[in-house]
């Protein structure tokens, strides 16, 4: 039940829950998508856009990775992100070949992590060594012209876990890590004395 003014007058309408009623606004035409997990269109739509992104910062050494997480909640995965960027990270820090390392991980409804990665300099075994070392990992090599449809079986309706059904959407179920640009500091202007030919000394007068 819920009551709203209008005209100063009080009127009565029904309650309607902020889930339906969101789901009612948004409804996925052509105008407007919903972008919500369990949308077939709207699940098309982000593997071609997150595919042809991927593809603008790898180097054609492309591989699906799988992590077994058990994560059992969008919430826990919060953290698990946490983690995991800590790893590359720290690796970064230590060693400037992960700085070319490019990852998409989303989480699934197998509580596992399934993704793309673009491993740039790092070799397969150092990043397996990485990951391993707390969760069990696989890789696989793929082809470019295969990364799309990959993309597009991991976020496919039914594929990503669905524990919250107030967090529908993909970002809270996504990791995203990009290549690193090196940093370049600005040259600092170098101050050249240029005389001026109009600025003369005045004559001295004798007299």
């Given at each position: 039940?819920?009551?709203?003014?209008?005209?100063?007058?009080?009127?009565?309408?029904?309650?309607?829950?902020?889930?339906?009623?969101?789901?009612?606004?948004?409804?996925?035409?052509?105008?407007?998508?919903?972008?919500?997990?369990?949308?077939?269109?709207?699940?098309?739509?982000?593997?071609?856009?997150?595919?042809?992104?991927?593809?603008?910062?790898?180097?054609?050494?492309?591989?699906?990775?799988?992590?077994?997480?058990?994560?059992?909640?969008?919430?826990?995965?919060?953290?698990?992100?946490?983690?995991?960027?800590?790893?590359?990270?720290?690796?970064?820090?230590?060693?400037?070949?992960?700085?070319?390392?490019?990852?998409?991980?989303?989480?699934?409804?197998?509580?596992?992590?399934?993704?793309?990665?673009?491993?740039?300099?790092?070799?397969?075994?150092?990043?397996?060594?990485?990951?391993?070392?707390?969760?069990?990992?696989?890789?696989s090599r793929i082809k470019q012209e295969?990364?799309?449809?990959?993309?597009?079986?991991?976020?496919?309706?039914?594929?990503?876990?669905?524990?919250?059904?107030?967090?529908?959407?993909?970002?809270?179920?996504?990791?995203?890590?990009?290549?690193?640009?090196?940093?370049?500091?600005?040259?600092?202007?170098?101050?050249?004395?240029?005389?001026?030919?109009?600025?003369?000394?005045?004559?001295?007068?004798?007299?």
């Amino acid at each position: 039940m819920g009551f709203f003014y209008l005209s100063n007058e009080l009127r009565w309408m029904p309650y309607v829950p902020r889930t339906d009623k969101y789901r009612m606004i948004t409804k996925c035409s052509s105008a407007h998508r919903c972008a919500y997990i369990e949308c077939t269109r709207c699940a098309r739509r982000y593997a071609h856009r997150t595919a042809r992104n991927f593809e603008t910062t790898s180097n054609g050494r492309n591989y699906t990775i799988a992590i077994a997480a058990d994560v059992n909640a969008k919430v826990e995965f919060a953290h698990w992100r946490v983690t995991a960027w800590n790893i590359i990270a720290y690796r970064r820090q230590i060693c400037h070949r992960w700085n070319s390392i490019s990852l998409r991980l989303w989480l699934c409804h197998d509580k596992t992590v399934h993704g793309v990665v673009s491993l740039g300099s790092v070799t397969e075994s150092e990043l397996l060594a990485a990951f391993e070392a707390r969760w069990p990992t696989t890789l696989s090599r793929i082809k470019q012209e295969e990364l799309r449809d990959i993309v597009l079986a991991i976020v496919h309706p039914g594929s990503l876990m669905t524990d919250d059904p107030d967090h529908r959407r993909y970002q809270s179920r996504h990791m995203t890590v990009r290549p690193r640009r090196a940093r370049t500091s600005p040259k600092r202007p170098v101050l050249v004395y240029m005389p001026d030919p109009f600025d003369e000394p005045m004559p001295l007068l004798i007299g």
